[in-house]
């Protein structure tokens, strides 16, 4: 590695896409955890507010394909700055809605405001670290995810409970406009670009990680041509499902489910994403280091296959369980095991797709969401038709056993290569 006396600038990279995606996180989590508040407020049945949940994820998937082509043509910065403005607008507006309808339509306008960050993340990494620590890369901004919605319940609630629930989207909309301010004046595309990085880090990027042109067009037809992009897509789908449960059910599945206090809820939610922040931490040194022992295509299928099968063990045991404390312990095995599947695929995205990095994580993110959209759907739908919060649960459970079926087939030494 490079030697220099300063803190790499590839880490001050990571750095802050670390708060980039964890004020998305908080974002994300705030409306899940004064869920309660906003059923009570509009008269809310458990469907209604699943379209509600939907209605973002539905609109996260729809433009994050073409927020993550805009990166990868215009450079990550531009898109940055419109991503974290335009979410910030529509997180305050959040807080002034008048009912369901008008709940639906700014949570709609939020996700499309949000959608590209994870893909646009994942070139910024393909631009900004080496090969030998793409998945450490990926951590630093995955960690963000988790940190955010274990700080999220700490924030939110007290605030929620002192002023009332609009409040929070007020704050979160003021830290979203301070970090454009950060990422204007700091962030640039590639380690050339960046003022007093160091020759030899440059240097020693560059020669490890081809160069990217934002110039380059992408064909569609060769990119969907590949069998591999399906299998890590559709794998994708099984662990964004899961995910969303965490992020947007999860509040509501403790006090209503399991008929956990308030309290109890933000403590045990809290405690779940600080694990799921460590896992990410670990998973990214733990890959790295598996890759050198196994390879990448063993390590990737281990990775995926083993966290897989463990999430649903561990989603089963708590559906069945009425105690408290085993409830709340496997939720957070659950989570834990999630962090590696989510580095593990975006990295697969910089291993598979190349120069083209950013797009193909948008490929499969937007079926990533897909699945977001379908379980905030299915969720409240099964639970007002079952009277049961624990009967989706175990539609969880098999779907998390398929992802891990797939992830046995994903070989991401088979690059996607389109033609220009």
Request: a positive charge; charged letters at 15%; proline letters at 3%.
């Amino acid at each position: 590695m490079a030697s220099t006396l300063q803190f790499p600038y590839r880490y001050r990279v990571g750095i802050l896409l670390f708060f980039l995606i964890l004020i998305t996180y908080l974002d994300r989590v705030t409306i899940s955890l004064v869920g309660v508040r906003i059923k009570s407020a509009f008269h809310l049945t458990n469907t209604q507010f699943g379209y509600v949940l939907g209605a973002f994820a539905l609109a996260y998937a729809l433009f994050e394909v073409p927020s993550a082509l805009l990166g990868d043509r215009w450079g990550q910065r531009k898109v940055f700055l419109r991503i974290v403005i335009w979410w910030s607008v529509f997180t305050a507006l959040t807080g002034a809605v008048n009912g369901f309808m008008s709940l639906i339509i700014i949570r709609f306008f939020f996700g499309m405001g949000e959608a590209g960050a994870y893909p646009n993340s994942t070139g910024t990494i393909c631009r900004w670290f080496p090969k030998s620590e793409t998945s450490r890369g990926v951590a630093m901004f995955s960690m963000g995810s988790s940190s955010g919605a274990a700080l999220a319940p700490l924030i939110v609630v007290p605030i929620a409970v002192a002023i009332g629930w609009r409040a929070p989207f007020f704050v979160n909309a003021a830290l979203g406009l301070c970090w454009v301010v950060v990422c204007y004046r700091w962030f640039r595309n590639h380690p050339g670009e960046m003022a007093k990085i160091s020759t030899a880090e440059k240097a020693f990027i560059e020669s490890n990680r081809r160069f990217v042109s934002h110039h380059r067009g992408f064909s569609w037809r060769v990119a969907f041509r590949q069998p591999m992009l399906w299998v890590l897509v559709g794998a994708y789908f099984c662990v964004q499902w899961a995910n969303y449960f965490f992020v947007a059910w999860m509040p509501n599945y403790l006090q209503e489910g399991k008929h956990f206090t308030e309290q109890e809820m933000k403590m045990t939610t809290s405690w779940i994403f600080v694990f799921a922040t460590l896992s990410a931490f670990l998973s990214g040194f733990f890959s790295d280091w598996l890759i050198r022992k196994k390879g990448v295509r063993l390590a990737r299928r281990l990775i995926g296959a083993v966290s897989f099968s463990l999430m649903a063990m561990m989603v089963l045991i708590s559906a069945e369980s009425s105690n408290h404390l085993v409830v709340a312990v496997c939720l957070l095995s659950a989570h834990f095991f999630q962090s590696p599947n989510v580095i593990n695929s975006f990295a697969s995205c910089v291993e598979m797709g190349g120069d083209r990095a950013g797009t193909v994580a948008g490929i499969m993110n937007f079926f990533g969401q897909a699945g977001a959209f379908l379980m905030s759907i299915f969720f409240g739908r099964i639970v007002d038709l079952s009277g049961s919060f624990d009967a989706p649960q175990f539609l969880m459970v098999g779907i998390l056993l398929a992802g891990a079926l797939l992830w046995t087939r994903v070989d991401v030494t088979k690059q996607i290569e389109p033609k220009y």
